[in-house]
């Protein structure tokens, strides 16, 4: 299964959800690769690099575009959950994550500028959707809502907005919380950290995303 964490707006969480989902598959005991596409930053490669090697192992690799596909594909054969976390811009890159993966995750935050980034980033999805069906694929899309702050107007009205289109969104969502930051910078994920409110977030995604693996 290969899993594309994508949104062309920066900063949408994209690296932190990668990450730990990463995490909290590999505690359910599932082999998880993965693959940096971000070659400006590399967030993901010196997120692992701080990561204790007595901790469940997550496999990275920073792939070039050029060669995403295949070595995605070649992950996916060696028994590897695979998640791709994707560069924040529309360009070749962004098209073959849509083309190469199984399940997208479209990681949202409520604000007016992600929700309009959120809106460029489907035109193009829906192309490229379009093209991987015309040749037998299928590619499945959820929207996960980021750094939220619940009870806001502002998450009630892209919530409403997100309803109009045709990708459903992630039951769970996930709040503004410290603890994303402090496990940042410390390879770990927030199944591993101290704040109970951002395990149980993490679990119960987790749980979602394994159920659209084996519904798939
Ligand atoms: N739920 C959260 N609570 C608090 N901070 C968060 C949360 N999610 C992400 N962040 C912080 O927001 C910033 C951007 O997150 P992240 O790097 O994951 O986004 P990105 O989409 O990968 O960015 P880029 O487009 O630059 O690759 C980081 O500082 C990260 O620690
Ligand atoms: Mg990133």
Excluded at 21 to 39: I, M, N, P, R, S
Excluded at 59 to 67: A, G, I, N, S
Excluded at 93 to 107: E, G, R, Y
Excluded at 168 to 189: D, H, N, W
Aim: glycine share 6%; proline share 4%.
């Amino acid at each position: 299964m290969i899993i594309g964490v994508i949104n062309t707006k920066g900063g949408s969480a994209k690296t932190t959800t990668s990450t730990n989902l990463a995490v909290a598959f590999a505690h359910k005991g599932y082999q998880v690769c993965l693959l940096d596409t971000d070659e400006g930053q590399e967030s993901t490669r010196m997120w692992v690099e701080n990561r204790d090697e007595a901790l469940p192992e997550i496999r990275v690799e920073v792939v070039l575009p050029k060669f995403l596909a295949t070595t995605a594909k070649a992950l996916e054969q060696e028994g590897y959950l695979v998640i791709v976390d994707s560069a924040p811009k529309l360009s070749d890159l962004a098209n073959l994550i849509i083309v190469s993966s199984d399940l997208l995750i479209i990681p949202v935050q409520p604000t007016y500028y992600d929700f309009r980034g959120f809106e460029n980033f489907l035109e193009n999805f829906r192309a490229f959707k379009g093209a991987k069906e015309a040749s037998g694929g299928k590619v499945v899309p959820s929207v996960l809502l980021t750094r939220t702050r619940p009870n806001t107007l502002m998450l009630e009205s892209i919530k409403e907005a997100l309803a109009n289109y045709e990708v459903p969104l992630f039951k769970t969502e996930i709040v503004e919380r410290e603890a994303y930051k402090a496990t940042a910078s410390m390879g770990l994920g927030v199944v591993e950290y101290s704040d109970k409110k951002a395990k149980a977030e993490m679990l119960k995604l987790t749980e979602e995303v394994e159920s659209l693996i084996e519904n798939f």
